[in-house]
């Protein structure tokens, strides 16, 4: 286990450049996955899959 908790740098450094940009908006700023997807113009399906990722490589992390 690498502590009690994550620090922004450790997540920050746990995702690609998509991943944080779906992360920070959705995590961050609040707004709904299906706003991120429009905003970012890519499909609902696809920003599912990458937050789904994302919430996959945290836990990984947390775990480990």
Known sequence: RRGTGLWADDVIALLDEREREVR???AVWGK???QV???L???YATVK???L???RKLVD????
């Open 41 to 43: 113009g890519i499909s």
């Open 49 to 51: 899959r990458v937050y």
């Open 32 to 34: 709904k996955l299906k």
């Open 24 to 26: 920070v908006e959705h």
């Open 53 to 55: 990722s994302v919430k």
């Open 37 to 39: 997807a429009a905003e």
């Open 61 to 64: 992390y947390y775990d480990s």
